[in-house]
């Protein structure tokens, strides 16, 4: 996806910042063995590529 999203007029800073946090959650869940959190985390990390794609 580094290589495809460039070419579809992404990523937007928004969305860099929006992965960093996303990266952020997953680790804290993953940490606190929180699968919910962990899935939730996880679809909001990759809701960005999603649209570009989309």
Not at 11 to 36: F, I, N, W
Request: aromatic share 4%; proline share 7%; net charge positive.
């Amino acid at each position: 996806h580094t290589l495809t999203v460039p070419l579809l007029d992404g990523p937007r800073p928004e969305d860099m910042l929006s992965a960093a946090k996303a990266h952020r959650r997953m680790l804290q869940a993953a940490r606190a063995g929180d699968a919910q959190a962990y899935r939730q985390a996880t679809a909001q990390h990759y809701a960005p590529l999603l649209a570009a794609l989309t």
